[in-house]
């Protein structure tokens, strides 16, 4: 009985000390996730009355100016790197989909999808063709450039599957859909 309590109390002194370094902060809910440290800012923009999209903007606040916005239905869960150079992104789609983008701000905005990226290194999908739930997850930051994530769906889960280093593939602005 004692062995299973230390268990519980070390995966909470854990979940706290990740909680306390890497704050995971949703779309809608907050207004602005500043990042830990330099001029970057994920800016909400809410939607128009008449529009069912949502923002967030990448801002410099030492300029004023917004490098990358992305749009969205419903959630998007958004994690610092320490260091502030670079922010994941897990839009939650719908029901059956959850998508993961990294975008580099220190690095003129870069934006690279996870799913897209996996697909171009392994030549292939994590998950079966003909699942009908598949779901890409920031978990944490392993170190400044090193993004844990997990992989879901159908075919039950894949994670952990791996890290996300930078890759070389460049896209700004919006994220395609």
């Not at 009355?49 to 949502?54: A, Q, R, V």
């Not at 994941?88 to 996870?114: E, M, Y």
Request: with cysteine.
């Amino acid at each position: 009985m004692f062995r299973s309590l230390a268990f519980v109390f070390t995966v909470l002194l854990l979940s706290a000390r990740l909680t306390a370094e890497q704050k995971r902060l949703s779309f809608p809910g907050v207004e602005e996730a500043a990042a830990p440290t330099g001029p970057f800012v994920l800016r909400y923009i809410k939607p128009a009355s008449s529009e069912s999209e949502h923002e967030v903007r990448i801002v410099d606040r030492s300029k004023g100016s917004s490098c990358w916005s992305y749009r969205f239905l419903r959630q998007v869960d958004a994690l610092w790197s320490s260091d502030g150079g670079a922010v994941a992104l897990t839009d939650w789609t719908g029901s059956n989909l959850a998508d993961l983008i990294v975008v580099f701000p220190t690095q003129k905005c870069r934006a690279v999808s996870i799913p897209d990226a996996l697909v171009r290194s392994l030549g292939k999908s994590v998950l079966p063709k003909d699942s009908n739930h598949m779901y890409y997850e920031a978990t944490s930051w392993r170190t400044p450039t090193v993004l844990e994530f997990k992989v879901w769906g159908d075919s039950g889960s894949i994670s952990p599957l791996g890290k996300f280093e930078p890759l070389p593939e460049v896209r700004k602005g919006n994220a395609d859909r």
